[in-house]
């Protein structure tokens, strides 16, 4: 089936480690995004990406980084430059240009900092 | 850039219909209303999106006002399983999606 892989479900780590959290799809889309979430919080974008090799900032960069090499990937790094990295991260997918191509989610990582 | 607005928390009896608001004041012309779920610890979920007509799907129907400053999502016959966190969310130019916090939906038995 087509969608969206996010990996690893559940993530421990210590203060001053860097992590990277995987998102693959499968769904032939352009455009990829990661959103972050705090308890009792909406989604705040991160990082997107509109095409291979190309990406933006979102409202709250600072202290991740991403890469877009293929189609189908768009990690994304935690850095230990990141003040409260304990959230729940989700990446997204869709069609790039305009229309009306929604988002398409995965089931998110929860990263916690020890 | 637009943004939307929505109470933070709904009751709705079950089987009833629920209505949740939505206000985006300042939306341009192109942009589309969409609307999403979250249940606890998941990926949101699709539901239903728009631009200027009201739409209808298997799951809602959404309802856009004649100035496009605010919308509605129905729910016509509302289950427990339909409780959760209910995003508003306009598709800026650029293709960005701008989520705001939300209305939790709570369907009391």
């Known amino acids: 089936d087509g969608g969206i892989t996010q990996s690893p479900k559940y993530l421990f780590r210590k203060e001053g480690q860097n992590v990277t959290l995987s998102c693959e799809q499968n769904?032939?889309?352009?455009?990829m995004y990661w959103y972050r979430q705090d308890p009792g919080q909406g989604l705040r974008l991160i990082y997107y990406?509109?095409?291979?090799?190309d990406f933006q900032k979102g409202d709250i960069a600072e202290g991740y980084s991403v890469s877009r090499e293929k189609k189908e990937s768009f990690p994304l790094t935690v850095t230990s430059a990141q003040k409260n990295p304990t959230a729940f991260y989700l990446c997204?997918?869709?069609?790039w240009g305009r229309g009306t191509g929604e988002l398409f989610f995965g089931e998110g990582s929860r990263l916690t900092v020890l | 850039d637009a943004k939307t607005t929505q109470p933070p928390s709904m009751d709705c009896a079950e089987g009833r219909a629920a209505n949740l608001p939505c206000n985006h004041s300042?939306?341009?012309?192109?942009?589309?209303v969409y609307w999403y779920r979250q249940i606890h610890s998941q990926g949101p979920q699709y539901i239903i999106h728009?631009?200027?007509n009201n739409e209808t799907n298997e799951m809602a129907s959404l309802i856009i006002t004649e100035d496009r400053k605010s919308s509605t999502l129905i729910l016509p016959h509302a289950t427990l399983r339909d409780t959760a966190v209910y995003y508003c969310?306009?598709?800026?130019?650029?293709?960005?999606?701008?989520f705001g916090t939300g209305t939790s939906l709570t369907v009391i038995p």
């Open positions: 997204a997918s869709s069609i």
């Open positions: 300042t939306i341009s012309g192109n942009e589309y």
């Open positions: 728009g631009l200027k």
């Open positions: 969310i306009v598709r800026i130019t650029g293709n960005q999606f701008y």
């Open positions: 769904l032939n889309h352009d455009a």
């Open positions: 990406s509109q095409i291979v090799n």
